[in-house]
C-alpha cells in the first residue's frame, strides 16, 4: 500500500470513528468486555443482522450451527440487497424477518444504509454479518455499529481484495489463498482481520473446484467467528489489528 492509500485509509476511518462517538454507540471492544465478564451459561444467544445479496449459504450455515447447539446467537433481521436472493428464501424457511429495499432506496447509498441501520437496531441486532453482500457499506451504518460489521472474504487479505476474490487467486497461480473475516470499515476489504484460514490448491484443481473449497472452509470458519464474539473474546487494538482472547 502506497503513503497516499494509507493516508486515505486513515482518514476515512478516522472519520467514521469521529461519527461513532457522535452517535454515541458501543463499539466492539465494550461490548465484548460484558459478555466475556458473564459465565458462559449466562451470555445470551448473540444478536446479529445478516446481510446477503446472492443464494446465502453463509447463511445457511450459521442458521444450521446454531440449531446444531454450537452457536451462541439469533438471527434477527435478514436484508437483501436484491428482491430475487436466493438468501431471503433460507431465512423465511427458518422465520427469520426480512428486509429487501428498493431500487430507488438503492440508489442513494447513504439513505439505504440509514434504513438499513435504523431497521437492525429496530429488531435489537449489535453485530452486522455481511453474508456476500455486494455492496459497500457506508457511514451511517459504520458508526451505528462501530467496529461491530464483520465480512467474510474468499482469499488471504490483504491479497485479492475487492468482488473476484477466487478468480483473481486462481489467474495469478498462487499455491496457498484461503478466508479471511474481518471488520467491515470504510475502505473495501481493509478492516481489522479476526480469523483466517489457508488452503493448499492443487495442481489438478480448476476455479469452480476452488470455490467449492474455499466455500466449504467459509461455512466452518464464520460461525466459529461469530462465537468468538458470542463470547466475548474479540478486541481490536489502537493499531487497527486484532487480539482474539482465551476462551473465559
Sequence with gaps: MSSKDEQSLDAAVAEV?????????????ELQDIRAALAREDRAPLPIGVLLSGSGTNLQALIDAIDAGVLNAEIKLVVGSRPSAFGLKRAEAAGIQ?????????????????????????????????????????????????NRVINIHPALLPSFQGAHGIQDAFDRGVKVTG??????NAVYDMGPIIAQRALV????????????????????????????????????????????????
Design 17 to 29: 470513528a469521529a461519527a461513532a462517538r457522535v452517535s454515541g454507540m458501543p463499539d466492539i471492544n
Design 179 to 184: 478466508v479471511t473475516v474481518h471488520i467491515a
Design 98 to 146: 426480512t428486509l429487501t429495499l428498493s431500487k430507488e432506496i438503492y440508489a442513494d447509498p447513504i439513505q439505504a444504509d440509514e434504513v438499513i441501520a435504523h431497521e437492525l437496531l429496530a429488531t435489537g441486532c449489535e453485530y452486522v454479518v455481511m453474508a456476500g453482500y455486494m455492496r459497500m457499506v457506508h457511514a451511517p451504518l459504520l458508526a451505528t455499529f462501530p
Design 201 to 248: 490448491v492443487e495442481e489438478d484443481w480448476d476455479v469452480d473446484t476452488l470455490e467449492e473449497h474455499i466455500h466449504a472452509i467459509e461455512h466452518v470458519l464464520y460461525p466459529e467467528v461469530v462465537q468468538m464474539l458470542a463470547d466475548g473474546r474479540v478486541h481490536v487494538r489502537e493499531n487497527l489489528t486484532v487480539e482474539v482472547r482465551s476462551l473465559a
